[in-house]
């Protein structure tokens, strides 16, 4: 059984430009959530998309943008990237219908660096 | 506003020795509280959930969680510490709607 994929692992970009990041979800999810996670700080809640809707979002600018796709798989888009945006970007899925329990899984992120 | 605390930066032990990695909570309402480890350039790893019913919470790899409604707390813990348990642990409350917030890591080092 598949775990929770990520693409890329690591990423060089430099500012103002603009990354995509994908996530495949672990088997039978249906939803996933995006994190990011400063060098040295606990990660942060981006956004979750459930049925390729945008179901909650944190506290992140408009600069950061998802889509999920039929299949419900995931991208995360970041335009104008500033070096503040270096970070690893975790992609968690989880299946919300189990109510209380739900349980969220990661995937092994995608280090993104930007000079 | 929900949130964690993990007051310990570092927790260092020697190998076979038990383990304390504390946790403190603030939220309204049932708290669901969730345990995550993190290998080094690696994703975070599920260990244990609280979500209802016994206060002492069974999880992977050896560890186990005591719930303490009355001093707000969720501490991780291991009867004897492996020196493969040395990496960054993070305990989260998850709100109403699904998001999970983190604390700010706790580095835990067993040494042989």
């Known amino acids: 059984d598949a775990g929770v994929t990520q693409s890329p692992t690591h990423l060089i970009k430099t500012r103002g430009q603009q990354v995509t990041l994908r996530c495949s979800p672990k088997s039978g999810h249906d939803t996933v959530s995006w994190y990011q996670q400063a060098l040295g700080q606990g990660p942060q809640f981006i956004f979750q998309y459930y049925e390729e809707e945008e179901r909650q979002r944190g506290n992140f600018p408009d600069r950061f943008s998802g889509h999920q796709f039929p299949n419900y798989s995931s991208e995360l888009n970041v335009n104008a990237l500033l070096l503040g945006d270096s970070a690893l970007y975790l992609c968690?899925?989880?299946?919300?219908?189990?109510?209380?329990?739900?349980?969220?899984?990661f995937g092994p992120g995608t280090r993104l660096l930007v000079l | 506003a929900q949130s964690v605390a993990q007051p310990e930066d570092q927790v260092n032990v020697a190998e076979g020795n038990p383990l304390t990695v504390k946790c403190t909570y603030s939220?309204?309402?049932?708290?669901?509280l969730f345990w995550y480890v993190q290998y080094p350039n690696r994703g975070l790893q599920f260990l244990l959930k609280y979500i209802t019913g016994d206060n002492l919470v069974k999880g992977s790899y050896g560890f186990e969680a005591e719930f303490n409604k009355s001093q707000t707390s969720f501490h991780l813990k291991k009867p004897s510490a492996l020196v493969s348990d040395s990496a960054l642990y993070f305990c989260a409350v998850r709100d109403r709607r699904g998001k999970l917030i983190f604390g700010q890591g706790t580095e835990l080092s067993v040494k042989p």
């Open positions: 939220v309204s309402g049932n708290p669901y």
């Open positions: 968690a899925s989880s299946y919300p219908t189990s109510g209380v329990s739900e349980t969220q899984y």
